[in-house]
């Protein structure tokens, strides 16, 4: 019962519990709606403070507020703006209803268009933000990256240069400018390879693949890949793409099952064997080669362009889940083996399956070839992640020599790679066990000169060494899975070594399977009769090391020139960076893939050779990104 009394009030008054209420009150101070009393000095053409650096050329429209000590840049636009104190303003840049807060730096020709920046953002040369982009302190984008309207950037993000960020980022930690590393997209677990953005990229797999194609999938045990897949089929569907469920299964017998022409392209979503907390897709072509460069920029372009188009409810895409393709795995693995020599030599075997998926069907072909085998790890367990080879050293080389076994093998997760241990129970490097490899490849396969066998350009000298007896040509590839994959188009290559524990024989698959790489070497060894010990002990040994400098992308460019320009007139090799052959020393430059890093390496005869040529080199490539090709002779003459 109690009255109640209202009082229309003079003045202004807004509750700013939004971020769009926020950018609103600003809009309505600088137009004038808000009698407000500006700190800054009115100087005609802006409010400023002191401590300025205006340049004469830069403009000034409808009602500009700049805080302390601002830099404004030659022919810089501003309108209907403030800008806090500290703050640089690149030249040429465009800034129309920002808001900047303290110590922001904004390079030229950057645009920013009613959007709000916090404390000690850095922006570019040429990078835009968008309408009503929200990016908080700490934040970096780098030259002509794009902040797309609407998106907001939690503290600390940094955005890749050329960027495109389509979605805020909240948990993430930055943004890269393509989503592929060659086939593969990769990101920490449900953070930046989550479900939305799992779900999205499946519609535009899709849009790249076409409407009513059917696309193979697959994954690990890893709970995080589940809801990865998942999304990802969620998303192909929703566009019109079949979808054909290999569930729990191995890259390797994912590419297979691609060889039966029924499919358009396939992916497998694993954890990562690099890091426990990251996820990895991978993306198959049809022919189960890594999906081509063509399609990958496909994929891009719909994913960072918004572009996708849903189809109506009676055209979307269906799930259906083959049958018996470990059965047919098996049969085709065993069609292309010498069966009878394997089992004529009652291997004594060590395999560890490393918690992984070779344990679903390597057991059954060694069961075919009459091995006696000791396994560890051999169950699916993704709560294990595998035990780096370092920590099964002295548990395997006990086994070996109290136990009499000939051999051992460490499959990956993924059952794509091997490591391998002779009798002596001594696991050989991955660069010495390709050596080994491309040996028993060679010996075992006399009389079918002249073909050509491919390794990667990080291979060593030793390959060309032991390869000059015989009527075969190496060539030499960049390091990568997907060059090893491209090298079988060539109908002459019969082999494929690669650097990191994968190999290829063409003749049953055109991709690295750890399964059939060990089998293999079982065969090779039976038909040449080495012992691994003494085929090692016979073999030229060559030493590799490795450093890296820092450098940034931008950098890449010039300490790429300057290799180029130094290494003009010497023996050299141009795959993946620069590859120089000098007396008995072999150096490699080369940027590394995912880091702002240049990775030098060295080989020599010795390690103390090869640590000196790596240490001298990793200094030019110092001097070489700040653009210094001074004092070559004198540091490679040291």
């Known amino acids: 019962g109690m009255p109640l009394y209202g009082y229309i009030a003079d003045g202004y008054w807004k509750d700013i519990g939004n971020l769009h209420e926020y950018q609103l009150a600003h809009e309505d101070v600088l137009a004038g709606r808000v009698k407000v009393t500006f700190d800054a000095t009115d100087q005609g053409r ?14 000034f429209e409808g009602t500009v507020v700049l805080g302390d000590n601002v830099v404004v840049g030659d022919h810089a636009k501003l309108r209907n703006c ?3 104190s500290g703050c640089s ?55 002509h990256a794009r902040l797309l309207s609407n998106v907001k950037l939690w503290p600390r993000k940094v955005v890749e240069s050329h960027a495109i960020v389509t979605r805020s980022l909240v948990q993430e930690e930055r943004w890269s400018r393509v989503l592929f590393t060659d086939a593969r997209i990769g990101g920490v677990s449900n953070i930046d390879v989550n ?94 080669r890594d999906i081509q460069l063509s399609q990958t920029k496909s994929i891009e ?27 047919m795995y098996v049969s085709r693995f065993l069609q292309t083996i010498d069966v009878e020599s394997i089992r004529e030599q009652h291997f004594r075997l060590l395999v560890d399956y490393s918690f992984g998926l070779a344990s679903t069907a390597f057991p059954q072909i060694l069961g075919e070839l009459e091995c006696r085998t000791l396994s560890m790890n051999d169950y699916v367990d993704s709560a294990h992640f595998a035990d780096p080879l370092a920590d099964v050293l002295d548990e395997s080389a006990t086994i070996m020599r109290s136990l009499g076994y000939q051999i051992g093998f460490k499959i990956n997760p993924g059952a794509e790679k091997i490591a391998l241990v002779d009798e002596r129970g001594i696991w050989f490097t991955s660069l010495r066990l390709l050596t080994i490899v491309t040996k028993l490849f060679l010996e075992s396969h006399r009389g079918r000169e002249p073909y050509r066998i491919a390794v990667p350009v990080q291979a060593t000298q030793e390959i060309e060494a032991i390869a000059a007896p015989y009527n075969v040509e190496v ?117 590394h893939k995912e880091e702002e890093l240049f990775v030098v390496m060295a080989e020599a005869d010795d390690i103390q050779t090869a640590r000196k040529t790596c240490d001298i080199y990793a200094e030019l490539v110092s001097h070489w990104r700040f653009g210094r090709n001074d004092g070559h002779e004198d540091l490679v003459n040291s």
């Open 46 to 59: 802006f409010h400023g403070g002191t401590g300025l650096s205006i340049a004469p050329s830069a403009t």
């Open 82 to 84: 403030v800008i806090g």
């Open 89 to 143: 303003i690149g030249a040429g840049a465009e800034m129309s209803h920002a808001v900047l807060w303290s110590d922001v730096q904004i390079g030229d020709y950057a645009e920013v268009s009613r959007a709000v920046v916090c404390d000690s953002v850095t922006i570019g040369s040429r990078a835009t933000v968008g309408e009503n982009a929200i990016i908080a302190e700490g934040c970096v984008l780098g030259d």
């Open 195 to 288: 479900p939305e953005f799992a779900a999205k990229l499946g519609a535009c797999m899709g849009m790249a693949f076409g409407v009513g194609t059917t696309v193979i999938s697959s994954r690990d045990d890893d709970p995080v890949s589940r809801i990865i897949k998942r999304s990802i089929t969620s998303g192909l569907m929703s566009v019109g793409v079949n979808i054909a469920d290999l569930q729990t299964t191995s890259i390797p017998q994912t590419r297979q099952e691609l060889h039966t022409g029924r499919y358009v392209a396939g992916f497998h979503v694993r954890r990562s064997p690099s890091a426990p907390d990251r996820t990895d897709i991978i993306i198959f072509g049809r022919d189960g």
């Open 301 to 327: 372009r719909y994913f960072f362009g918004e572009d996708v188009r849903r189809v109506s409810h009676e055209h979307v895409g269906r799930l259906g889940f083959p049958e018996r393709s470990t059965a």
């Open 475 to 591: 060539v030499r590839i960049r390091n990568s899975h997907s060059a090893m994959m491209e090298a079988t188009k060539d109908a002459s290559v019969a082999f494929v070594g690669g650097t990191r524990g994968g190999f290829i024989f063409p003749e049953f698959l055109n991709a690295s399977d750890g399964m059939y790489s060990a089998v293999k070497i079982l065969e090779m060894l039976s038909k040449t009769g080495y012992q691994l010990s003494k085929l090692d002990a016979e073999l030229p040994k060559r030493h590799q090391v490795t450093c890296s400098v820092g450098c940034t992308y931008e950098q890449r460019g010039t300490v790429m020139r300057l290799a180029m320009e130094y290494s003009e007139g010497k023996q050299r090799m141009l795959i993946d960076g620069v590859r120089i052959l000098e007396d008995h020393v072999t150096v490699l430059l080369l940027p």
